[in-house]
């Protein structure tokens, strides 16, 4: 089966590292994704990651694959307020371009 | 701005009532999803259309339809609507190689 799990919240400072973690269950997904909802607007793809790496690196965002343990984690490097936000991840498998999305997580960033 | 428009931006409407939400994809997509985001469910995905015929279906209840026509605009119908339909309804659209969702800015329903 396929089910996507985050944690509901994080707060952090302005200038500390976020991690938003993640797990799944489909070990057959192809691509893993890390989206963004600011209020009042819909998701926009932040990154992604192909399951056949271990880590992808986009400026201040890193993301770290396990697949061994189906964990998937986003690191915002020096958290800014404008990084507060809905934080989904998603996984692509089986085919016919399905995904599946986690609950969110909510971060908080405190100046 | 992603490309994919969705309309009516806010909907209230009453218990017992039917509505009809419509997305247009970005243009040349030919898969359009359907997402409901409600406060305490997070997004579920209820439906995707791949060039007009249904692909998958998620958490659909059986009161929603959906289709998508020839221009490749969808149509979500919702009837005998209930409180707990009162959401953010979500459309998004991928190209053929489609490891991307473009998602649209939502239409906010209330059902009072």
């Known amino acids: 089966g396929e089910d996507v799990e985050q944690s509901l919240f994080l707060s952090v400072r302005e200038g500390d590292s976020s991690v938003i973690n993640c797990t799944y269950t489909d070990s057959s997904s192809t691509y893993l994704y890390w989206y963004k909802q600011e209020p009042g607007a819909g998701l926009q793809l932040l990154t992604y990651?192909?399951?056949?790496?271990d880590m992808k690196q986009d400026q201040r965002l890193t993301v770290l694959l396990n697949k061994k343990d189906k964990h998937l984690s986003l690191r915002i490097a020096d958290t800014q307020t404008g990084d507060s936000a809905i934080y989904f991840c998603?996984?692509?498998?089986?085919?016919?371009?399905?995904?599946?999305f986690g609950t969110g997580t909510k971060l908080q960033v405190i100046p | 701005d992603s490309g994919v428009t969705q309309t009516p931006k806010h909907l209230i409407t009453a218990t017992g009532q039917r509505v009809t939400l419509r997305c247009s994809p970005r243009?040349?997509?030919?898969?359009v999803y359907w997402y409901q985001q409600s406060l305490d469910q997070g997004l579920q995905f209820l439906i995707q259309?791949?060039?007009?015929?249904?692909?998958a279906k998620g958490n659909i209840l059986e009161r929603f339809s959906a289709q998508q026509f020839p221009d490749l605009h969808s149509e979500l119908n919702l009837s005998s609507l209930e409180l707990g339909d009162s959401a953010l309804y979500f459309c998004?659209?991928?190209?053929?190689?489609?490891?991307?969702?473009?998602f649209g800015p939502g239409t906010r329903l209330t059902v009072l």
């Open positions: 990651i192909f399951s056949n790496m």
């Open positions: 998004a659209s991928t190209g053929t190689s489609g490891t991307e969702q473009f």
């Open positions: 998603a996984e692509e498998s089986g085919g016919y371009q399905k995904v599946t």
């Open positions: 243009s040349g997509d030919l898969s």
């Open positions: 259309y791949y060039n007009g015929e249904e692909r």
